[in-house]
């Protein structure tokens, strides 16, 4: 969907230094525009369909890094399953990312650019101790910071103050 920034990723990695090979996970009505616009820029993008939520873990394991190019996010789920699975993030600096990518912690947090992207996916492509670091600590805070105890406790805490 539009905000979801896909076409600004798609330009922003047609700038990177390396070759990529794109994978997307999901339908939604971009699909089409995001191939055309791939094939214009002379980009390897694959377009999986939606997969079971077992085959995910295979799915993030194949990969470099995560890139989360949002312009807006409420509580993004496939953020929390990129850390757990210890890649290196980019994500942009917007309500519902930023409180959950500490900057140069756990992620690289940059503007939900074509110039931010490119600089943000550069720089963990070319530096792979900054990316290991990056996937590691990003693991670590997903497993302290939002394991399944914590995440119903949280939904418990929420429920309740909502009870009259």
């Keep these: 969907e539009p905000q979801k920034n896909l076409t600004t990723l798609l330009i922003a990695l047609a700038q990177v230094k390396t070759k990529v090979k794109i994978i997307m996970v999901g339908q939604g009505n971009q699909t089409q ?33 995560f890139v989360l190019p949002s312009l807006i996010e409420g509580s993004p789920k496939v953020l929390l399953e990129a850390m757990a699975c210890g890649l290196p993030i980019v994500a942009t600096r917007v309500p519902g990312i930023k409180g959950m990518i500490e900057h140069k912690v756990t992620g690289l947090l940059v503007e939900p650019t074509v110039s931010g992207l490119t600089a943000g996916i550069n720089k963990i492509l070319t530096q792979p101790l900054l990316a290991r670091r990056l996937g590691r600590a990003a693991r670590f805070r997903a497993v302290k910071q939002y394991n399944q105890d914590k995440i119903m406790a949280s939904e418990i805490k929420f429920l309740q103050s909502c009870a009259r």
């Design 33 to 65: 525009k995001l191939l055309n616009l791939a094939r214009q820029l002379k980009l390897n993008l694959v377009i999986k369909p939606s997969i079971a939520h077992s085959q995910l873990p295979k799915v993030y394991r194949s990969t470099d890094l």
